[in-house]
């Protein structure tokens, strides 16, 4: 597609479930981004990988948070045991490269509600 | 830690105003600046990129400038439209160097209303 697509758009889920976001970057970038926006904040980043492998992770909250991007393409945010904080959108950006000055494209975001 | 600030948090003006938005970061050492554009429902569009050697950069009604040794940047935008209500985000780019450098810190954004 043209754009980074994420699926699904909407996700409520109860409290202790398990739940897998979806990003498909622009086709061709090899850099891919996980961001969290609470409710009026600003973007908060989780983890990026270039590539397969996953750069930084620093930003992901606590084990109960996991990403993949086994074919350096599509990734997967899994978050297990859900907890109502967790409430959020999360977004998901690509780009070229992960180079400093490379801009990154957004998608529009899951928003994660857990009930 | 590096912290990005925008003031105002919300702002409402009439159409045809000129605006002005405040960005504050507390490392001076980015390597960029970027203003976006988030509408409801929607993800971030980016409007403007400084890299920390400029001083400002210009897109149609929209001017940012950039004063890193301050840790400063405003977005200016001339003759406001009700098109242009939106949440406008500053981030920046930590300086190249390590593993950190492609993520963006954000502010918490300002939420504008331009009303006909």
């Known amino acids: 597609g043209a754009g980074v697509s994420q699926t699904p758009s909407n996700k409520v889920t109860e409290k202790g479930k398990y739940v897998e976001l979806r990003c498909d970057p622009i086709s061709g970038h090899t850099a891919l981004y996980w961001y969290r926006q609470s409710l009026g904040q600003g973007p908060e980043f989780l983890i990026y990988f270039q590539g397969t492998g996953a750069a930084d992770d620093s930003g992901l909250p606590n084990d109960r948070f996991f990403a993949v991007r086994p074919e350096g393409s599509v990734s997967t945010l899994k978050i297990q045991r859900t907890e109502r904080g967790d409430s959020a959108v999360y977004l998901c950006?690509?780009?070229?490269?992960?180079?400093?000055?490379?801009?990154?494209?957004f998608g529009p975001g899951t928003r994660l509600t857990v009930l | 830690k590096q912290e990005v600030t925008q003031i105002p948090a919300a702002l409402s003006v009439p159409e045809g105003e000129n605006l002005v938005l405040n960005c504050s970061f507390t490392d001076s050492a980015i390597y960029n600046l970027q203003w976006f554009r988030q509408d409801p429902g929607k993800g971030l569009t980016s409007l403007l990129l400084?890299?920390?050697?400029?001083r400002e950069q210009t897109s149609g009604r929209l001017n940012a400038s950039l004063d890193k040794s301050s840790g400063r940047s405003t977005l200016y935008i001339a003759a406001s439209q009700p098109g242009d209500s939106a949440t406008y985000l500053c981030a920046v780019t930590p300086e190249a160097g390590g593993t950190s450098y492609g993520k963006l810190t954000f502010g918490q954004g300002t939420i504008l209303t331009v009303h006909p």
């Open positions: 400084i890299q920390s050697s400029q």
């Open positions: 950006a690509s780009s070229l490269r992960a180079l400093a000055g490379r801009v990154q494209f």
